[in-house]
Structure formats: structure tokens, C-alpha cells
């Protein structure tokens, strides 16, 4: 019973401070009783092509990769392709390729699956066309990532496009942390755009708190699940937050105690053979199989993740 009640109050410790972020230590949620450490994965959605501010392409995405490097971590490049068949778009595939990443599929043009425009068929032409560009690179693998993970809104279309992926060999590219980093992203750059000069310590910190907080939060939510240690599968964007803050991120998960890995060793956890059955299907895959059991409904949020949730503490801190 005293474990149950501590897995509990971890998963409502860490719902509780999306709400009310106080990134100390004394509030952090409890640790799960078990020796085994938490362990966690890096992927990268998108693949941008585009200089930010005062940063060149080539610096920002070179930075992201010497991160990477710095900490022998082998991640995954969820490449969408509409951006991919310039030489921008070369170079930032060759880039990852060449680093030793792996290079997955994102669709060509980003739609939304659960969105009523976008019909099977045509998102079977988005897997296809995507995958006839970045099957030219050697680290090229067949997974395959919901844009904003969004797997369906029929069971026509959900069933489908599963059937589809398996005929043409893919995987679900799942996550099982799902986080805001694009909206702080996207503040970081306002803030810079605004003033080049400006201290970003804040978004640094706020950063890592708020993806350890997240990753603690579905850890917690996991275990509870499955009774057991996962090893997960976090979900970042390719782009300047990252480029800056990536060393930062994976020296805040170490020091919590977190294991990092590479991310074609993570999927080999038997978790990702799990299908859940929700409609509109989607979210994190631990967000989904929570939601398909019925058991956590006074803690699960739709959407899992969104910047709404983290606008009131970013504006509060002024960042």
C-alpha cells in the first residue's frame, strides 16, 4: 500500500505543478521507490532550414549536434520533407545523417491527420512522398511520427493508415513524454528578436525545469501502468531552444537521477508494441493508454500537452 500511495501522489504531485510550476527542490514530485533508474531517449520533430536571428543555420544546427555528440547520444530526426529538397534541406539531412542520427518520417507537409481536410489517401501520399526523399540517406529508418501527434479521428482513418504503415513496413514513432518545448521556443526567439542582447538565463531554466517536470509527470504515470521502468521516448523540436539549451537539458536529467540513451535502443522496450484503441486516436503513448484505461481521468488534460498551459508561469516569470 505505501508504494501505491507514493505512485499516486507522484502522479498527482506532477499534474498539480503544471498549474503551479515551483521548480525547487522541495517541490519536486517524489521519487519512485524502486532502484532502477528512470531512462529517457532524444528525438527531434521538423528539421528547420532557416536562420534565426542573428544565428546562420549552419551554427545553430551544428550547436544542436556537438550537444548531442558531447553526451554519445544517438537520437532521431523526424524530418518532414516539404523543406527537404533544397540544398538548406540536404545539408540539414546529410548533417544528421552524417552525425550518425537516424532519419525518420514526419510527412512531407505537416497536416494534421485528426483534421477533417486531410483524408486517408492523401495521408498515405505524405508518408510516401516524404519517404522518397529521405530513403537516399543511409541512416534512413522506418519509423514513422503522427504530426502533433495526431493518429486519427475515425475509426476508418485510424485503422487505415495503421494497415498502411504496415504494408509499407513502418513504425509508430511514438513518444511517451510529450512536452511544450516549441512554446518556449517560440518566446525565446520574441525575446531575441526583440532585443539580440538579451539575458536568456530564464528561458534556460525554465526550459529544462518544465521537460524534467514533464518527464517526471509521465514516468510516474507509466510506472503506475505498467509496474515496471520503461524506457522512454521524449519529444523535441529541431530548433534554437534545443540548439542552446540541449547540454543544459541532458546535465538536469543526469543530475535527477535520469539515464540517457539512444533512441533505436529505447524503441526495443516492449511498450511501443502497445496499440491503444481511442478515438480521436493519439497524444503520447502513455497519455493514450492511460486514457484507455479509465483509470487516471481526474488527471489526464486534452490536449496532453499545450502552450496554454505554460503562458500563465512564463508570463508571471516576465520570459
Known sequence: MTKIFVFLVSVLVSFLGVFYPVYTPTHAPPAIQVQEKPRVAFTFDDGQTNDIGTYKLEDWNERLLSHLKKHQLKAILFSSGANKTTPRGKYVLSSWNNAGHLIANHTFTHPS???????????????????????AYSNYTRYFRFPYLKEGNTPEKIDGFRAFMQQQGYKNGHVTIDASDWYINNRLIARLTQNPKADISGFREYYKNHLLNRATFYDSLAYALSGRRISHVILLHHNLAAALFLDDLVQHFKANGWEVMAADKAYQDKIYDEVPRNIPAGESLIWALAKQSGRFEKILRYPAEDGEYEKPAMDKLGL
Open 113 to 135: 491527420f485528426s483534421s477533417k481536410n486531410v483524408t486517408l489517401e492523401g495521408f498515405k501520399k505524405e508518408l510516401l512522398q516524404n519517404d522518397s526523399i529521405i530513403k
